[in-house]
């Protein structure tokens, strides 16, 4: 599955983060194009596109090309066209002819060498089998990742259910009420828990569910229906926006410490690893930490980031930015948000202010806008996802720390209160530590 999709780039296949980690530190932190800063409602400045390479003029057939002449070191361009085009010497001319020094061979080009943030493409030394073997591979290793980051959830919620089952060969009331202690206790939430349940009673008084096995499995599918029901409200894809409008603008909130200015970083590597210029807004004004965390993220994944002086106007700095991106033709806009508390009727308005403007510059913007939640905090996540949801028009959740918690049912809980897709995971450290949330790995994961 690929991380983030949205052109029809058939002959593109995305390996963009399969390079070796034995990466040199210039191959792993490219140069950043770092816009200038810019007056508050003024765009900061476009680079000129680059000029087309001259045309190639073909050698004709049975002819041998006519060898570059050879450069003098230590003369001037005009100096070397005189040595060059200077004529022969006439017949009896004391001095003798100079025969032009053969050019030195060309070394053999050293192999290229796989970057961490480089993108694949489909190419002619290797079939389209060959490739997509790899990007099965790829997806499996990302799977395989996913499955260790929610360990500490599996560990906590099946030593609690398999406690309940020990020794036992019926359902009865008092399995069923251990059971609700242990779904709660892994911060399914209290309403997710009673459903579940209620879901299994009717099962046992159909007579569908009639052993331990098979109560396992209709707890596995309730979970599963209730992650995939969150995907029909919200964007679930990037796909539902059509192609023709860009840049694909999309805004990140969520308060201090949950992981934002991180998560970021990690979507616009990952994005760009795809094959998508990516453009990042630091439209965080308010903390001068976050717009400098921002840069050095920024500086590390080679994506170029338009910032301005602390205090100035967020909304300024998204305007600034989305004429930016237009001019360079971005496909993406990533824009940074002030991360106060979510209580804090100004920071609503401000983000109404920055979806207003948005929304004049580009057809349909932001068209996401992701609440990031840390799973580490359970139940105050989801309180915090309520109040964002009420007035910042959060279309999806990006659930970080997931590797640090054994609570990493609040997925469930989220999934089923708020009823909004889950887009992203994040389950470490690195710059590529942020996946595509996938419900059945998910909870496949959690009943290994």
């Not at 191959?27 to 900061?44: S, V």
């Not at 003369?75 to 009896?92: K, S």
């Not at 004049?360 to 105050?380: K, S, Y």
């Not at 059945?440 to 994961?445: D, L, R, S």
Request: glycine content about 8%; overall charge negative.
């Amino acid at each position: 599955m690929p991380f983030w999709r949205r052109k029809k780039q058939d002959q593109f296949i995305s390996l963009g983060l399969s390079g070796p980690a034995t990466a040199t530190a210039e191959e792993a932190a490219p140069e950043t194009r770092l816009e200038p800063p810019a007056a508050a409602g003024q765009g900061p400045e476009t680079p000129p596109p680059a000029a087309p390479l001259p045309a190639l003029e073909p050698v004709p057939t049975g002819a041998p090309p006519t060898p570059e002449p050879p450069r003098e070191s230590g003369l001037t361009d005009a100096r070397r066209e005189e040595v060059i085009e200077a004529p022969r010497p006439a017949a009896g001319d004391a001095r003798p002819a100079e025969t032009p020094r053969p050019a030195p061979p060309t070394p053999a080009p050293a192999p290229a060498r796989p970057s961490a943030f480089s993108s694949s493409i489909l190419g002619l030394d290797r079939s389209a089998e060959e490739l997509r073997a790899e990007v099965e591979a790829l997806e499996q290793t990302y799977a395989a990742r996913f499955s260790r980051a929610i360990s500490a959830t599996r560990e906590s919620l099946s030593e609690k259910i398999d406690t309940v089952f020990q020794g036992r060969k019926t359902i009865d009331a008092e399995l069923l009420d251990e059971l609700e202690e242990a779904l709660i206790a892994a911060d399914i939430g209290v309403t997710t828990t009673l459903e579940i349940l209620d879901a299994v009673r009717r099962g046992i008084s159909r007579k569908e569910i009639d052993d331990i096995d098979a109560l396992k499995a209709a707890i596995r599918n309730q979970l599963l229906d209730i992650l995939r029901d969150s995907e029909r409200e919200g964007v679930a894809s990037e796909a539902s926006v059509p192609e023709d409008v860009t840049p694909y603008v999309i805004m990140v909130v969520g308060v201090n410490g949950v992981g934002k200015t991180t998560t970021i970083g990690k979507l616009a590597q990952r994005i760009k690893a795809e094959g998508n210029d990516v453009l990042i807004c630091a439209a965080d004004t308010f903390r001068a930490a976050a717009s400098d965390q921002l840069a050095i993220w920024a500086e590390r994944t080679g994506v170029p980031i338009v910032q301005q002086k602390h205090g100035t106007d967020p909304a300024a700095v998204l305007f600034d930015a989305l004429k930016s991106a237009r001019a360079r033709r971005s496909d993406v806009l990533i824009v940074d948000t002030a991360g106060r508390l979510h209580n804090k009727s100004n920071l609503m308005a401000e983000l109404e202010k920055m979806k207003r403007v948005a929304g004049r510059e580009v057809e349909g913007a932001p068209h996401e806008t992701l609440l990031v939640v840390d799973a580490v905090t359970g139940q105050n996540g989801l309180e915090q996802a309520r109040q964002f949801l009420k007035v910042a028009g959060v279309t999806g959740i990006v659930l970080t720390k997931l590797d640090g918690t054994a609570k990493g049912g609040i997925a469930v809980a989220i999934a089923k209160e708020l009823r909004l897709p889950i887009r992203y995971a994040g389950i470490g450290e690195k710059v590529d530590d942020l996946v595509v949330f996938n419900p059945e790995q998910y909870v496949n994961g959690l009943f290994q």
